[in-house]
């Protein structure tokens, strides 16, 4: 992200944790109980079952692996046929608009083809559904991330507001934006491609109760094609981009031995900044002998830069909490873009990375700035219509980077296809 944005919510975060440490006697918003860490695997959305997968156990693992099995035997002789290529967005906030601006223009490049599997987190939990469904959505993405302001994103609270509330800002006008698009007949279209096409889409939340990361079936949801969940499909990106201490978390009612608990769901960029699948499911699919298609390709958009952003730090306890916190964001997409890496040279996929480049220096003024976004979605476009040049390889693998001040250098050895 732009400097100044990646800096402002983490000082925001910082103040909101700082004086609420200093506020631990006051009273909380209630809330149901928490499903217990036990009886996590076994809870179930009422008349929504089976629509998510905790990825950190090997239970959930196989959960997801099983209904790969189940939707590719339901479509017979179409079953693991072609080529595969698969999408990772990640998170970034408003500078989502590099990733909007870089399928339009894929699109329009004429290359881009159609994916079987689509994840999102955060912002790219936002992209992702419209990603999947294809270029027709291609007008709204560029709608979304080129003419959106901060009204139509929060409401900012006051800090003593924020405190005493779940969040800094209140994100009904983000749930608000959700639903004008996402309705019945968009699930419709999304459930006929996971369960004619067997095509997945996969968005991931945080449990913050339980500390982990969740895997939503997308697909799985839209088929089920009830008002409910609609309505759970919504909740489901509005969780993923729930920034904590900034946006308030997202509850979710399950039941478990016909007992109603709660669990909270925040930011998938809690846990991860992008995601593809485990790696132990590649695994389990090898061990259960389960065909591959031949040719697969794994395609990571990074709505974020690489290089590391130089910024004189005020020597103040605000201003260096949040720029730690900066730093372990940026790390942790680093982090997140080797492990997927690992998961491709392992499981024999091509690997496309694409982010924001260094040379990208337009000012950012404030939170989802419209002029920024502008700037940004054309930036992406533009390198998309003239063939993105995806890096085969993730930052610093193959070559080394050199800093200047807040400018990277990528030395000859670059990878990036040419």
């Known amino acids: 992200m732009n400097s100044t944005y990646r800096t402002s919510l983490p000082l925001r975060f910082a103040a909101f944790v700082l004086v609420a440490l200093s506020l631990i006697g006051c009273s909380a918003l209630e809330r149901k109980s928490a499903v217990p860490a036990q009886s996590l695997a076994k809870a179930q959305i009422a008349g929504l079952p089976s629509v998510r997968y905790l990825i950190s156990t090997q239970a959930g693992v196989d959960a997801m692996v099983n209904d790969v099995i189940a939707l590719e035997k339901s479509r017979g002789k179409n ?16 500078d989502g608009a590099f990733g909007a601006g870089l399928l339009v ?61 779940d969040g800094l800002a209140d994100s009904s006008p983000l749930y608000q934006l959700i ?26 939340t945080t449990n913050i109760d339980a500390g982990q990361p969740v895997i939503w079936n997308m697909g799985r949801i839209a088929s089920i094609g009830t008002p409910a ?29 016909e007992q109603v608990f709660q669990e909270m769901h925040v930011d998938g960029g809690a846990s991860t900044q992008v995601f593809l699948y485990p790696a132990s499911a590649a695994i389990k699919a090898k061990e259960l002998g389960i065909q591959r298609r031949a040719n697969r390709q794994v395609f990571i958009i990074r709505n974020s830069r690489l290089d590391p952003r130089w910024n004189e730090t005020e020597r103040r306890t605000l201003s260096v909490a949040g720029r730690a916190i900066s730093q372990l964001i940026q790390t942790q997409g680093i982090g997140d873009l080797y492990r997927i890496y690992n998961t491709a040279i392992n499981d024999q ?42 890096s085969k390889h993730p930052p610093g693998f193959m070559n080394a980077f050199d800093t200047d001040g807040a400018k990277m250098i990528i030395k000859k050895t670059d990878t990036r296809s040419k």
């Open 79 to 94: 079953a693991f046929t072609g080529d595969a290529n698969y999408l990772a967005l990640s998170g970034g906030g408003d």
């Open 349 to 390: 996929l091509g690997f496309n990375l694409a982010y924001i480049g260094s040379d990208f220096n337009e000012p950012h003024n404030e939170e989802f700035d419209t002029k920024y976004m502008n700037a940004l979605f054309q930036y992406g476009y533009a390198q998309a219509i003239k063939g993105y040049p995806w």
């Open 105 to 165: 223009g894929w699109t329009k490049q004429g290359s881009r083809p159609s994916f079987n599997l689509v994840t999102g987190i955060s912002t790219g939990a936002l992209i992702a559904p419209f990603a999947y469904l294809g270029k027709d959505y291609d007008p709204l993405l560029q709608e979304v991330y080129t003419t959106i302001k901060p009204k139509d994103v929060y409401i900012e609270r006051s800090i003593l507001s924020g405190i005493f509330s």
């Open 229 to 257: 969940s609609l309505e759970l499909f919504r909740r489901i990106m509005l969780a993923s981009a729930s920034i904590p201490g900034a946006f308030p978390p997202v509850m979710f009612d399950f039941l478990l031995d």
């Open 179 to 204: 639903s004008k698009y996402v309705d019945a007949n968009f699930l419709k279209k999304i459930a006929y491609e996971y369960d004619t096409n067997g095509r997945w889409l996969l968005i991931g």
